[in-house]
């Protein structure tokens, strides 16, 4: 069964960092498509980083240069290392997985699986 467990939300100040975890149980994430989301309250959710079975990795724009996808198999585990945080990126951040192939993108209708979540606040 496949499960996803999100960590490391918290509060932080503007400019400041968090790396959220994203332990995966039940398959290896590395082959597979996995992604970051968040959901701010009232507002859509939104993808936030993508990586694929290959390692790519894509970014949403308002993200690029400051939050970055890492992993490691050996423990399978999907990281999401946020710096220079923002008020914007206060939200509730997700973990996906789409263990089904094909398109890895920002579509949140492919992941068929999900995480609890953990919240992420920025303050200024």
């Known amino acids: 069964q496949v499960q996803l467990v999100e960590s490391g939300g918290g509060s932080v100040l503007a400019g400041g960092s968090l790396r959220l975890s994203c332990v995966v149980s039940?398959?290896?994430?590395?082959?597979?498509?996995m992604g970051w989301f968040r959901q701010a309250a009232g507002k859509e959710r939104e993808g936030v980083a993508t990586r694929n079975s290959e390692g790519l990795t894509t970014y949403a724009d308002v993200v690029k240069g400051r939050f970055t996808v890492s992993g490691d198999n050996t423990k399978n585990i999907l990281y999401l290392a946020m710096n220079s945080l923002k008020p914007e990126d206060t939200a509730m951040y997700y973990c996906?997985?789409?263990?089904?192939?094909?398109?890895?993108?920002?579509?949140?209708?492919?992941?068929?699986?999900w995480g609890q979540g953990t919240q992420v606040t920025v303050s200024s």
């Open positions: 039940g398959y290896p994430y590395s082959r597979y498509c």
């Open positions: 996906a997985a789409n263990i089904r192939g094909g398109y890895c993108g920002f579509l949140s209708r492919i992941f068929g699986y």
